[in-house]
C-alpha cells in the first residue's frame, strides 16, 4: 500500500484521513454512517443541524443521507448561514428488482473484447488503486478509502475493468454504510463509485461493475438493498440507475462541505 491507501488532492486526502479517523471515535453509534469517505448521520431534519454542522467542521465535509423533502429547505438555508456549502442530492433507491435487473444484465452482457474484470482485494498492487483514481479522479470521483475498497474494514466490494496494459478503464462499489441496528437503512450498503474513461463509454462498463458489485454483496454479504445519491441533472448516472430498477426517493441526501477546509466547496461528483 502507498502512503495510507486513499488518493484525491491534499484536501481530499486530508479529509478522508479524518474520516477514517472518525469512524474509529463514533463507529459503534447507530446514528452514525461511513462508507470510506467521511462520516455522516443515517437519518436527519432541521433539528440534527447542529449535529450535521458539527461533523462538517471537523472533517470538512458530511451529509444527512436520509432527509424528508419538507425538512430539505430549512437545513439548506441554516447551512448556508453557517457559512457550509449545501449539496442535495436524489437518493436512488435498489432492492429485489434491482438484483433481478443485475442478474440479467450479467447474464447477457459479457465486458467488450480485451477487458477484464478485477476485484480490489487486500492484495491488489497499489498500481491498480492509483490507475483507479486516476480515472475516478479524472471524472469527477473521489474513490473511497483503500481500505473500504480493499474490503477489510466492512462488508466491500469494488470492482475494476481494466484494459490489455493493465490501466483501469471504470470502476464501481458497494459499501456498508449504517450500523445494521439502525432501524431506517440498517443493512441497505452505498452502492455507486462509477466511473468510466471518457473514450470506454455507452460501452455498458458502468451497468456490468454495477451489477456484479450489487451481486457480490447479495451473494456474500447477505446484502439486498442499496442507495446511491445523484445529483439532479447527472443524466448518464440517472440512467445507470434506472436501467438497474433503482427508484428515486422523495428523501433527498443533504451534503454540506466547510470551504475552509475544502476549498471547491465539493467533496465529489
Ligand atoms: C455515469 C457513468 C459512470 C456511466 O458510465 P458508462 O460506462 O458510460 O455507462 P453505461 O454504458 O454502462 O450506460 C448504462 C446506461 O446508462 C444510461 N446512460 C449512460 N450514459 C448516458 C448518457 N450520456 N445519457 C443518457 N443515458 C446514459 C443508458 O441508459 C445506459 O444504458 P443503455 O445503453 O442500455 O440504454 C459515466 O458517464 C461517468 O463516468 N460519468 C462521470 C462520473 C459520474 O458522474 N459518476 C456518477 C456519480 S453519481
Given at each position: 500500500m502507498t502512503q495510507d491507501d486513499?488518493?484525491?488532492?491534499?484536501?481530499?486526502?486530508?479529509?478522508?484521513r479524518r474520516g477514517r479517523?472518525?469512524?474509529?471515535?463514533?463507529?459503534q453509534d447507530p446514528r452514525y454512517t461511513?462508507?470510506?469517505?467521511?462520516?455522516?448521520?443515517?437519518?436527519?431534519?432541521?433539528?440534527?443541524?447542529?449535529h450535521l454542522t458539527a461533523l462538517a467542521r471537523v472533517q470538512g465535509n458530511a451529509a444527512i443521507a436520509l432527509v424528508p423533502e419538507a425538512e430539505v429547505a430549512a437545513l439548506h438555508d441554516g447551512l448556508t448561514a453557517r457559512n457550509l456549502v449545501p449539496i442535495a442530492y436524489s437518493r436512488w433507491d435498489g432492492g429485489a428488482a434491482s438484483l433481478a435487473a443485475a442478474k440479467a444484465i450479467v447474464r447477457d452482457l459479457?465486458?467488450?473484447?480485451?477487458?477484464t474484470m478485477t476485484r480490489i482485494d487486500a492484495d491488489t498492487p497499489s498500481t491498480?488503486?492509483?490507475?483507479?483514481?486516476?480515472?475516478?479522479?479524472?471524472?469527477?470521483?473521489?474513490?473511497?478509502?483503500?481500505e473500504v475498497l480493499r474490503g477489510l474494514l466492512n462488508p466491500a466490494v469494488c470492482l475494476v475493468a481494466q484494459d490489455g496494459e493493465g490501466k483501469v478503464v471504470s470502476c464501481g462499489?458497494?459499501?456498508?454504510?449504517?450500523?445494521?441496528?439502525?432501524?431506517?437503512?440498517?443493512?441497505?450498503?452505498?452502492?455507486?463509485?462509477?466511473a468510466t474513461d471518457t473514450a470506454w463509454r455507452g460501452r455498458k462498463l458502468a451497468l456490468i461493475l454495477g451489477a456484479h458489485a450489487m451481486l457480490s454483496m447479495s451473494r456474500n454479504h447477505g446484502i439486498e438493498a442499496f442507495f446511491t445519491g445523484v445529483?439532479?441533472?447527472?443524466?448518464?448516472?440517472?440512467?445507470?440507475?434506472?436501467?438497474?430498477?433503482?427508484?428515486?426517493?422523495?428523501?433527498?441526501?443533504?451534503?454540506?462541505?466547510d470551504p475552509r477546509s475544502l476549498r471547491s466547496g465539493r467533496m465529489t461528483k
Open positions: 486513499i488518493y484525491g488532492s491534499d484536501e481530499q486526502r486530508a479529509l478522508l479517523a472518525l469512524f474509529d471515535i463514533l463507529g461511513y462508507y470510506g469517505r467521511t462520516v455522516g448521520l443515517a437519518t436527519g431534519t432541521v433539528r440534527d443541524l447542529d459479457p465486458l467488450p473484447a480485451g477487458l491498480v488503486l492509483a490507475s483507479l483514481a486516476d480515472m475516478a479522479l479524472g471524472s469527477g470521483v473521489l474513490p473511497l478509502a483503500g462499489a458497494s459499501a456498508g454504510f449504517a450500523h445494521p441496528d439502525h432501524p431506517v437503512p440498517g443493512r441497505q450498503a452505498y452502492w455507486g463509485m462509477l445529483e439532479p441533472g447527472n443524466t448518464p448516472s440517472e440512467g445507470v440507475c434506472t436501467r438497474l430498477m433503482f427508484a428515486r426517493s422523495v428523501a433527498v441526501i443533504l451534503g454540506c462541505a
